[in-house]
């Protein structure tokens, strides 16, 4: 591994330990090529594994970065798949930027998928953003489809 390589994955750690949204940095292993940027490991939430993708794509000689992290939700952070989904839905209906009765939420085991058709791409992104640091999730797919007015 070069010098470089090696600064920028100090740098990725070092981002990592500042940002308080990632209670356990140390679960995170960091790997650095070519400005490509690898984490590895283990985080207690799809929040944390977001606020770990977003933090190494910002440092300074990133170029990508390659998430291969796993979210292991602690008990306390555990919630059902029908409790997921209904809260899921009502933070929707409370959106003023998301069409609501247009989108479906499914949850399996953690992971929801939204589906459905909106006018615009931000609609899209604001129910995506909307869920994705819901306690209890695991992960989000986005199949909300962007059809034109």
Known sequence: MSIINASTEDAVREVLSLDQRIPDPDQ???SAEAGIVTLRGT?????QRRAAVHDAANVV???DVNDELKV???DESRREDADIRGMALQILMWDADVPAELIDVKVDEGWVTLTGDVSYQFESDAAFEDVADMLGVVGVTNSIRVTTP
């Open 72 to 74: 292991r939700l602690l």
């Open 61 to 63: 000689g990133v170029d």
């Open 43 to 47: 985080v207690g939430s799809f929040g």
């Open 28 to 30: 995170v292993a960091v």
